[in-house]
């Protein structure tokens, strides 16, 4: 006969995590309401299942504490259940054994703590420093006021703005605070891949698809399940797979290459460009359909000239970061740099400060941060005070202009001294209409 507070799970309402009794037969004999509210079931469909089947611990196969039918006691053991929707709960479980009057173990009772709360405190805390949002500025404030509900939400989202903004990290960032969180997220590059490995790298293929294809091969979308692809420079993405990315959104559904057989894509997508696409829409250089479906949702990051206010943390955050992965410290800023970092008007925007600051790490015996550790580019830039968009640019133009001539219109070594990619570069150049037939060079 068992005691009636192992039965009754009044008993157990009260506390914080989820009370299971399980018999002997691993059977659930009992749950109490947090029980039934982190693994999203009614009672009815719970009681007299096996734990293994409703659970999905991935203890059950390892570390059950009735295995070979021997009872081993569990504290607080951090493993993963899996709820119905299929997402991965880290919990920790801690069982003790359920005894009839006779001392004899007749089942178990399972405590299972939800540890969700920690786990995106400490991803919220890492993501929020390393991916620089830490911000006083006002047009980042904005944008932090909505990641909670955007980060809660399924729907396609596009982020806009130039390269170095921080993009990417963001895109990590919402997928870290979300219900997917502890599912992967996977990066895709539409720019960096080519045109005929795109369908393959995010659909996968199947064994005899094409020359080489000696096995099957899952894709990104398979490999994320339910968790967030990123499709970075979507912009850059060939026509001919705009219109099967669109039915990837739209339906939720893609073939690998060479298969009939249609697979369903359970992952969110997040998209990301530098591109107006709504000037390469008009100039029929991207699909109408394909950007309104990506557009349901758009986050556009401000550039670094537009969130000065931050400049000075995020360095100190960059110099924070190579003081722990680099023999050299650097404790500080010298006033030299702090008025050349608020008076640059940043063309490679974060990015081009990361840069900077590691490069002083690399080159500077200093160690306070002075203006010698800086590259040229900042030195010479003939920035004023209190200048208007317009003047900024202007300058900054004078400024590229005056690299090509002096470097030869060697672009690499000229972007290097920007601390910008050539590709950056290339862009920056059409807008202050440099001769074409010279950015070939």
Known sequence: MLKNT??????YNALPDAVIAIDINLKIMNINSKGIELLKLDKKNILGK???SVLRSTLCETSCPFKNG???????????????DGYKIPVSISTAPIKNEKNKIVGIIESIRDLRENELHSIEKEGLVTCNYSSVSPCMKKIFDILPTISKSSSTLL????????????ART???LGNRCLEPFTELNCNSIPETL????????IKGAFTGADNNKKGFIESTGKGTIFLDEIGDLPFSMQTKILRLIQDKAYEPLGSTKTKRCEARIIAATNRNLEQMVEKGLFRKDLYYRLNVINIKMPELNERKEDIITLAELFINKFNKSSEHKISGMSKEVV???????????????????????????NSILDKDDLPECLLNFNFRKNSSPESIKENESIFIKS???????????VAEKLGIHRTTLYRKLKKINIDDAKTQQ
Not at 6 to 11: F, K
Not at 198 to 205: A, K, T
Request: net charge negative; proline share 2%; with cysteine.
């Open 6 to 11: 192992v039965l009754n799970p009044e008993c």
């Open 50 to 52: 096996k734990c293994s």
């Open 70 to 84: 021997v009872y081993s006691e569990i504290r607080n053991q951090k493993c993963y259940i899996i709820d119905t």
């Open 159 to 170: 982020i806009l703005g130039e390269t170095g903004t921080g993009k990417g990290y963001l």
């Open 174 to 176: 919402i997928h870290n």
């Open 198 to 205: 795109i369908e393959s790298e995010l659909f996968g293929y």
């Open 339 to 365: 008025d050349i970092f608020l008076n640059y008007s940043w063309p490679g925007n974060i990015r081009e400060l990361e840069n900077v600051i590691e490069r002083a790490f690399v080159l500077s015996q």
């Open 403 to 413: 690299l090509l001539e002096k470097y030869g219109y060697n672009y690499t070594a």
